[in-house]
């Protein structure tokens, strides 16, 4: 939301709509497949099994984790990217809009790739019982956030300029996180995994992660898309309406 809000301080309503247009369609697909899908799984199974005290199972299963990460992100980025100007022509993006849109899209894929990442993780972490790593990952993204936009986007000039710096930051910032968290545990919990068992799948636990997540990617995607259509119906009355209640959400948010 920061970066958002940067934005609207020096690009106006067609920057903010761009910004938050473009977010819109990677954020309701990144909750409804990795947040609230493949994250609450993998956070579920690692939890199970740490406390049935199946500590040979653990690493397996982190690496096909990370694994189903990877192929997630990729395959995210390519759908998007295949399909961005039609999804764009769908929520009622014309003119300039879809141009910047366009143009933000190209280098915010990106970040989502990175953003995937990052959840996974982080879910990680959270189910070997390390709280600490992912709480200093998300304090990196957020403090990149926060100066690559006073460094790229409040010095901008003109519309064109500020979406692309306000892209590049939000990729770095989540490129970051992901560095972190990937050098830590490759120094820390990784070191002694192979190659062939990074690349090993264990079918079982496959089964058990989609089990697990398909449900509670289910459950969020009527939410998700719900909220996401609402914001398109808004776009439709117009670019200043649809900025208004972006930034509205944003203040809303940091409350």
Known sequence: NIDLIMVGLN???????????????????????????????????????????????????????ILMAIVVAAVLYLFLSVLKGRLLVLSGAKGEIFYYCTINMRIALVASAFQCLLIIFSSIYIGLGNTKQPFIANIIVFASKLILGFLLVLPSNNIKTIIENAAISYTAAFFLGVLYLAFHYVFY????????????????????????????????????????????????????????????NSVENIS
């Open 11 to 65: 690009g106006g309503n067609i920057a903010v709509t761009t910004v938050s247009l473009s977010s819109s369609f990677i954020q309701t697909i990144l909750t409804i497949i990795v947040s609230s899908g493949l994250s609450v799984g993998i956070l579920a199974l690692i939890s199970r099994y740490r406390g049935e005290g199946k500590i040979k199972k653990l690493q397996p299963l982190i690496n096909l984790s």
């Open 189 to 248: 919990l990784g070191k002694e995994v192979s190659l062939d068992e990074m690349f090993f799948v264990n079918k079982v636990d496959m089964v058990r992660l989609i089990k697990l997540s398909v449900p509670a990617s289910l459950e969020e995607a009527f939410y998700a898309i719900s909220r996401l259509l609402g914001n398109i119906i808004i776009l439709y009355t117009g670019s200043v309406n649809y900025a208004a209640n972006e930034i509205a």
